[in-house]
């Protein structure tokens, strides 16, 4: 008997991919044959935002390249279109002319992309970003004009804004919405994506609605409803998507909003099958990669004849792709009648979580800030866990790696780990056990498990920890900085060392970076290590830094800032107040507000008067804005309270006045309780120091944010001069060997606490850290102090426009 004939109407993802799971279950039983409208083999378009944005180029995001039709003995037509599926003749007709004849045929010819019914969208340098022709239009633009405007502020609007932005250009959003991706978040979170890509330099139109695009040939603005205008010289539009359904309806299948499936893929014409973003199940036609997927296997078995259970929906889930943000989103996140949230937000480091419970099940989650617990929900929202025995708030905190693994372990083999590459837990620990994968880029080259967006990376880590169980060994995990090159942190910084690397640029352009300006993710990192390496004699790029950081204040959602003086152990005093409240009439600061760290922090300050308010206040900056130093926060001890053993105050004056305005790879918290009550929470910051009868203990590596964690007891020691020495080492240690944006919570979770006193143990060693952390303290100056005094640096700041 001869094989069937198999014709697989276009080249896209879901229809690959359910070829390629053909293949696994048979070899023999088809003869397959591919028709694709586009001149290229089978890519992950979800990526084409990452080449947009310079973090990968196109050969990366190549799933199946040419080789892999002909091995497996696949017919590739590309740059070819089936214009009719002749089911009378089990034929399928090509725009080309060709006649194919089937005996079974997949329709996959996805979607296309909504463009807005309006005058002008006709002209040139008006595009959708939907395929490689789209990036490459928008590529080409980004090389001859400056001003963009992407229609939507949805998923895919703001992908394209944030690789514009990469590109040079200037960007405005345009929403219909009054918040951004109202489809995926609540306005809660919505809000906080907004001010963060705000500080990335993004312009966001809300509540506009266009109505024309004008220009000669060429767009040259957009004009809205409300009669105002824009300047444009490239308009991106991303206000959704439809399924393409023009064969469908010429070939008689039948259709609503795309081609209508039952819970086997089948169309209403035998033999006919619909699978991908063209389908619609249940009157759900699915849009995102993950449940096309999961089609893909139901079809799969289907067309072979191997038993299947049906398919029945799927839990939408998708994952914001833009450098420096987290935003996660899954299921039914809206609350209300029966259903309620468990919310978590910490406004100080821009975090939110929210779950959406019905009863005693997960039915929808929010992440932003930190999504690294999402591929865990979606999860549990699939399996319909029950969480009635689980204290609710504990599942929007992270627990440590013994839960993480445990939960892994409850995992079943297909459920799927990397929803952009549809890679299922089993095939990753079936690449642990057969291919002796140790590490999760060798699971990457194997499985593609986190080839794409990345967001899998801490569940994929899990699975292999979980697999290799003793074997595991954390420090053959290698990650690499970012998109932009391969090097990890630990071999960036070896190079900069051995190569004598000066700066930002240098580093890029020596060591081979994939773009020329780097990310928003890569660059202030760089910035860090440069200045780790070398303080004495590296210049800090201010440009590098995030917007806190280079305007000394924190920016808040209205643009205006906060500040916050240094306070010295919390401890203040009468003139001090006295001008603090000067200044708040002065400058007419609508909020003061006293800090959880003791401070005193003035919200409301306009841009322009923040060098005045410095002036003014006459304090050192408090660097709350900064990875560095933030606040010693200490109870009032031995001289008033009763229960006090030391001197926690002079304690905490003394670590703070030292360490000010130290650099660090992310902020630094202490503490200094007077007995082990701990009513500083000494217990809870990255450094913890409690009183005892004749001494001190140190606690390092405590968390009392999102991920709250205890500290470790590092060392007892009896004078304060020790307490120093040991603070030295240890903070020196940490600025070496941590990862840039890395708190200590995590770096001590990852290097171990053994490993640490291993370190400090060496009296040498323990010399040789502070010497550096010495020389580090040689060159802080206060900032605040520094751009009063500094005319050039003062206008730089202040008389221009800020971008990130």
Request: net charge negative; glycine share 10%; with cysteine.
């Amino acid at each position: 008997m001869g094989k069937k004939k198999l014709v697989l109407v276009g080249n896209g993802m879901a229809g690959v991919r359910t070829i390629e799971e053909i293949i696994k279950l048979t070899k023999d039983q088809f003869e397959i044959t591919i028709f694709g409208s586009e001149p290229h083999p089978n890519y992950n378009r979800i990526l084409l935002s990452k080449v947009l944005q310079g973090d990968t180029e196109v050969a990366d995001i190549t799933l199946n390249d040419w080789s892999w039709y002909e091995d497996n003995d696949i017919q590739l037509y590309t740059d070819e279109t089936v214009v009719k599926v002749d089911s009378d003749r089990k034929v399928v007709v090509t725009d080309a002319g060709r006649i194919e004849p089937y005996d079974e045929v997949i329709v996959a010819t996805g979607s296309v992309p909504f463009i807005l019914p309006i005058p002008g969208a006709d002209k040139e340098g008006v595009t959708a970003f939907r395929d490689i022709k789209d990036t490459e239009i928008m590529l080409k633009a980004s090389k001859k004009y400056k001003k963009a405007a992407v229609i939507g502020g949805g998923l895919l609007g703001l992908e394209a804004a944030r690789g514009l932005l990469n590109l040079g250009m200037e960007v405005n959003v345009i929403h219909l919405a009054p918040y951004l991706m109202e489809r995926q978040l609540d306005p809660m979170a919505g809000k906080m994506l907004q001010t963060e890509l705000e500080k990335q330099g993004m312009t966001f139109l809300l509540e506009k609605q266009t109505k024309e695009i004008f220009g000669e040939e060429r767009v040259e603005g957009l004009r809205f409803s409300d009669g105002t205008e824009i300047e444009a010289d490239l308009v991106v539009m991303a206000v959704g998507i439809k399924p393409n359904i023009s064969l469908a309806v010429e070939s008689g299948l039948e259709v609503n909003r795309g081609i209508v499936v039952n819970d086997y893929m089948q169309t209403n014409i035998p033999h006919v099958y619909a699978v991908g973003e063209c389908a619609e199940h249940n009157g759900i036609p699915y849009g995102l990669v993950a449940p096309l997927y999961e089609q893909g296997k139901v079809l799969a078995k289907t067309i072979c004849d191997v038993k299947t259970e049906p398919y029945k929906g799927s839990v939408l889930y998708t994952q914001l792709k833009v450098s420096g943000v987290e935003v996660f989103s899954a299921g039914d996140f809206t609350e209300g009648d029966d259903k309620k949230a468990v919310k978590v937000f910490d406004e100080q480091d821009s975090y939110y979580k929210k779950l959406v419970l019905r009863g005693n099940q997960i039915v929808g989650a929010v992440l932003f800030g930190d999504s690294s617990d999402g591929n865990r929900l979606v999860s549990m929202i699939q399996k319909q866990a029950d969480i009635s025995d689980t204290m609710k708030v504990s599942l929007l905190q992270p627990t440590g790696q013994e839960a993480g693994a445990s939960l892994v372990a409850t995992m079943s083999d297909d459920e799927i780990i990397c929803g952009c590459n549809g890679v299922s837990k089993g095939a990753i620990v079936s690449a642990i056990q057969t291919q002796s994968c140790t590490s999760v880029d060798e699971i990457k080259a194997c499985t593609s498990a986190s080839r794409s967006c990345g967001g899998c990376k801490p569940l994929v880590a899990e699975v292999l920890q979980h697999t290799l169980g003793s074997s595991f060994d954390s420090k053959q995990q290698k990650e690499a900085i970012c998109g932009c090159t391969t090097l990890s942190r630990d071999e960036v910084v070896e190079e900069i060392k051995a190569k004598g690397l000066t700066h930002v640029k240098e580093v890029m352009f020596v060591l081979d970076w994939k773009t020329e300006e780097g990310c928003s993710k890569c660059r202030p990192a760089l910035n860090y290590y440069l200045g780790m390496v070398n303080p004495t004699g590296y210049e800090d790029e201010k440009e590098s830094r995030f917007v806190n950081e280079r305007m000394h204040a924190n920016i808040q959602k209205d643009g205006t800032y906060s500040v916050v003086p240094r306070m010295y152990g919390g401890v203040t005093n009468a003139n001090d107040l006295r001008r603090i409240a000067d200044v708040v009439d002065k400058y007419e600061i609508p909020l003061v507000k006293v800090t959880g760290g003791q401070r005193i922090d003035l919200f409301g300050v306009k841009k322009d008067d923040l060098p005045k308010v410095w002036e003014d206040l006459d304090m050192p900056s408090g660097f709350a804005y900064g990875k560095s130093l933030r606040t010693v926060k200490t109870c009032v001890g031995e001289q008033f309270c009763r229960f006090g053993t030391q001197d926690s105050m002079g304690l905490g004056i003394q670590l703070e006045k030292k360490y000010e305005g130290l650099q660090t790879p992310h902020k630094v918290k202490m503490a200094v309780s007077a007995c082990p009550r701990s009513c500083a929470e000494s217990g809870f910051k990255d450094i913890g120091y409690i009183g005892i009868d004749g001494g001190w203990e140190l606690y390092i590596g405590g968390n009392g944010g999102t991920h709250v964690r205890g500290g470790d007891l590092l060392y007892k020691v009896k004078t304060e001069e020790e307490v120093i020495e040991i603070t030295s080492a240890y903070l020196q240690y940490y600025r070496e060997t941590a990862n840039y944006l890395e708190r200590t919570s995590a770096w001590v979770d990852r290097v171990g606490l053994d490993h640490i006193r291993e370190v400090l143990d060496d009296k040498e060693k323990r010399k040789e850290l502070s010497a550096r952390m010495d020389k580090a303290l040689s060159v802080i100056e206060d900032p605040w102090k520094a751009i009063i005094e500094d005319k050039k640096l003062k206008k730089e700041l202040f008389e221009t426009v800020v971008t990130s």
